[in-house]
């Protein structure tokens, strides 16, 4: 058995760590476009809306209307 810096695994614990946090920043916001009461979250974060999630949501129509150009197939 060798032994290894530990600041190597706090680093490596640092970048998982981050990677985590982005992908739950965008997780989010997917469950927030399928949410039938998050509408007036999406409609000031226009920016962070998944369109392919908020297709789903049955009181999306107007956002998606209103964004033909974002959605895509």
């Known amino acids: ?3 290894r810096p ?4 706090v680093e490596w ?3 998982i760590d981050d ?13 927030i476009s399928m949410n039938i009461n998050g509408i007036d979250i999406l409609k000031e974060n226009k920016d962070k809306i998944n369109w392919m999630s908020l ?3 049955e009181n ?8 033909i150009d974002k959605i895509y197939f």
């Open 6 to 9: 530990i600041y190597k695994l």
């Open 60 to 67: 999306g129509y107007e956002l998606l209307k209103n964004n």
């Open 55 to 57: 297709s789903l949501n």
């Open 19 to 31: 990677k985590m946090e982005e992908i739950y920043k965008y997780s989010k916001w997917d469950y």
């Open 13 to 15: 614990m640092k970048e």
């Open 1 to 3: 058995m060798t032994n």
